[in-house]
C-alpha cells in the first residue's frame, strides 16, 4: 500500500480494514495513552457472552462495553451443544479462570440460523447436524409453536424458547453445577436482541438455586 495517498477506491476491502484499524488505534491511543499497556497485561470480564455469528449483532457495540468487559463466544444461533469442545473450552476458563459472575446467552430476531432450522431444505453435512440441534428444541416446544399460525410470530418464539433451551444446557454442565455449588456464581441470561429496534429483550434466567432436571445432575462436585 502506498502510504496514505492510497485513496478508498484503490484499496481493497482487507487494507481499508487495516488501515481502519491503524486510523482507531491512533484516536484511542492519543485520548488515552496507557489504554494498550494496561489492557495488554489483564483482562476482568464479568460476562460470558455466547451470541450468534450474525455481523448485526456486536456484543459490545449493543451493550455499549469496552475491550476487556466481555468473554465472547459466538457461532451460528448461539447454540450450547454439550459436545462441543470449543464452546466448552470457552466456558471453562470463563468460569473457572475469569470467574466471571454473569454467562448471558443472547439469540436475535430475525436469526437466519432457526430459520433455516425450521425449513426442510437440505443444507447438507455439517450444516445439517448444526441445525439439527435447533430442531430438536422446535419438536420439545411443538405444541405451542404449530398453535402459532404466524410463520414470523412462530420463529420468533421459536427463537425465545431457543435460548431458554440453551440456557438450561449451561446449568446441565459439570462446569456451572461445580461452580454453583462452590461459588453460587454464575448468573445465567437468556436474552433475544432485536434486529429491528436494537432493543434486548430478557426472557429467561437461572442462578444457583435453581432446579435442574435430576437426570443432568452430578454427586460430589
Ligand atoms: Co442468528
Redesign the pocket.
Known sequence: MNENSQIDHHMTPIEKLLLENKAWASEVKADDPGYFERLSHLQTPQFLWI????SR?PADKITGTQPGEIFVHRN???MVVHTDVNLLSVLDYAVNHLKVQHVIVC??Y?????KAAMTKTDYQHVLNMWLRNIKDVYRINAAELDAIEDEERRTDRLTELNVKEQVNHLAETSIIQRAWKKEQRPQLHGWVYGLKDGIIKPVFEMNAKSHIDPIYQYDGL
Open positions: 451470541g450468534c455469528s450474525d449483532v451460528i444461533a448461539n439469540g436475535h430475525g436469526c437466519g440460523g432457526v
